[in-house]
T-cell receptor, first 113, second 114 residues
Framework: SQKIEQNSEALNIQEGKTATLTCNYT??????LQWYRQDPGRGPVFLLL?????KEKRKERLKVTFDTTLKQSLFHITASQPADSATYLC????????????FGKGNQVVVIP | KAGVTQTPRYLIKTRGQQVTLSCSPI?????VSWYQQTPGQGLQFLFE???????NKGNFPGRFSGRQFSNSRSEMNVSTLELGDSALYLC?????????????FGPGTRLTVL
């Protein structure tokens, strides 16, 4: 069956350090992968998109990598700040007949001042 | 540009009732998707509409239905509510369907079924 897995345990990290989140997928052939941020009681907010033929994308303090061989994406927040505390969701869409945008359950990040 | 709006924001219903939720996408966006979010299951895809046509449907029972109007506004309906339907229902809009567009989410409708 198809799965998108993110760590269910919250990541507690000291301010200024780099937070790294993992998104693993099974039985998908994703055309692209997206990362979203969600704050409590609010809808997710788009952060970054990376396509299947791209290895890495950056936006300000955020960096995403995409390894289609390992079937994994890594999401990095460098120089983390307390305002980065939120839940981060990965989502992917594949074009293999079931081309809906599917989300992982999210990984919470807590940045400790 | 106004964001995605959803109404109502909060709703309390009892089992067996039906409910209609509304979503107004960002102006110019023609694709609207609906998701159900619960703590246990995360964000689960319900359906996706583009140009008034349902393009994709998730694995939900027939009690869940939706539609899109010519102005791209969308509604979803849940009939014969069950306790397990309590969730945050999120609507998202994007420019086009089936492309690598980012999705813009609304604030959600929190549905509680008693």
């Amino acid at each position: 069956s198809q799965k998108i897995e993110q760590n269910s345990e919250a990541l507690n990290i000291q301010e200024g350090k780099t937070a790294t989140l993992t998104c693993n997928y099974t039985n998908y052939s994703p055309a692209y992968l997206q990362w979203y941020r969600q704050d409590p009681g609010r809808g997710p907010v788009f952060l970054l998109l990376i396509r299947e033929n791209e290895k890495e994308k950056r936006k300000e303090r955020l960096k995403v990598t995409f390894d289609t061989t390992l079937k994994q994406s890594l999401f990095h927040i460098t120089a983390s700040q307390p305002a980065d505390s939120a839940t981060y969701l990965c989502a992917l869409r594949s074009y293999d007949g079931n081309n809906r945008l599917a989300f992982g359950k999210g990984n919470q990040v807590v940045v400790i001042p | 540009k106004a964001g995605v709006t959803q109404t109502p924001r909060y709703l309390i219903k009892t089992r067996g009732q039906q409910v209609t939720l509304s979503c107004s996408p960002i102006s110019g966006h023609r694709s609207v998707s609906w998701y159900q979010q619960t703590p246990g299951q995360g964000l689960q895809f319900l359906f996706e509409y583009f140009s008034e046509t349902q393009r994709n449907k998730g694995n939900f029972p027939g009690r869940f239905s939706g539609r899109q109007f010519s102005n791209s506004r969308s509604e979803m309906n849940v009939s014969t509510l069950e306790l397990g339907d309590s969730a945050l229902y999120l609507c998202a809009s994007s420019l086009l369907w089936d492309r690598d567009n980012e999705q813009f989410f609304g604030p959600g409708t929190r549905l509680t079924v008693l």
